[in-house]
């Protein structure tokens, strides 16, 4: 993927607990492309994806617990408070640019 392909929209600073020993402290960018692409997974990091509709998307973080559907900490806080928002935007990502702030969801 050609890196001027990459929007960057802005930047979230977030925490979570994980095994009790360990956690996430960190500062992630949020990056958007659309364009196909292929998808090759690092096991170590994803143990599966699929593609969805919104719709679909936010039907499975609701059922996800009671599923056994695991999803990472930072994704259901962007999706919480950014994902559809951007989702029903996609043809004006230039009017969802904030490069200044980092977003605090601690």
Not at 35 to 48: G, H, K, L, M, T
Not at 55 to 78: G, M
């Amino acid at each position: 993927i050609p890196l001027e392909s990459m929007e960057f929209l802005t930047r979230i600073h977030y925490q979570a607990p994980s095994d009790g020993q360990w956690g996430e402290h960190e500062i992630d960018y949020i990056l958007f492309i659309q364009q196909d692409v292929d998808v090759c997974a690092n096991p170590n990091e994803v143990s599966d994806y699929k593609y969805v509709s919104a719709d679909q998307l936010k039907e499975l973080i609701r059922t996800a617990e009671s599923k056994d559907v695991k999803i990472t900490p930072w994704f259901k806080l962007i999706s919480d408070s950014f994902l559809f928002n951007w989702w029903d935007n996609l043809s004006l990502l230039q009017s969802q640019k904030d490069l200044q702030t980092i977003h605090r969801m601690l």
